[in-house]
């Protein structure tokens, strides 16, 4: 029981850890330095967060605390990463992006994944209060 309160936890953590992996895929393959950075670290921190769930089955406390920082640092992240899209550095962390649409497109992209850490913040609130 105490394990499935955090499937929906589960699952937006492995959708942001595929999302994280091919950014830094792509970013591989354009050569950017600072994307392939940035998407690495996070990406490790995803899978760590992971490692955390997983311990849901033997483990009864109600918080996670590695993977609530983790969400708002992913939060933080896309945030910032929105605002960047509107300055030089897009070409730098984003070099893919080629045009109008597809900044859009990255920034709907990054909208979605600040709706899911807020989702999920208030999913564990929810679960540490019972």
Not at 76 to 84: D, E
Not at 104 to 112: E, H, P, Q, R, T
């Amino acid at each position: 029981m105490y394990f499935s309160r955090y499937l929906l936890i589960r699952y937006i953590v492995t959708i942001f850890l595929f999302s994280n992996l091919m950014w830094f895929i792509i970013s591989a393959y354009y050569g950017s330095r600072i994307g392939i950075f940035v998407a690495l670290i996070m990406d490790i921190y995803s899978a760590v967060a992971s490692f955390e769930q997983l311990s849901k089955m033997h483990n009864r406390k109600r918080d996670i605390p590695i993977t609530r920082v983790y969400l708002y640092v992913q939060l933080a992240f896309s945030i910032i990463l929105g605002i960047l899209l509107f300055t030089s550095l897009k070409k730098e962390i984003f070099p893919f992006i080629i045009n109008q649409d597809t900044m859009y497109f990255m920034l709907g992209f990054l909208l979605i994944g600040i709706f899911l850490c807020l989702l999920c913040e208030y999913r564990i609130h929810q679960i540490i209060k019972n």
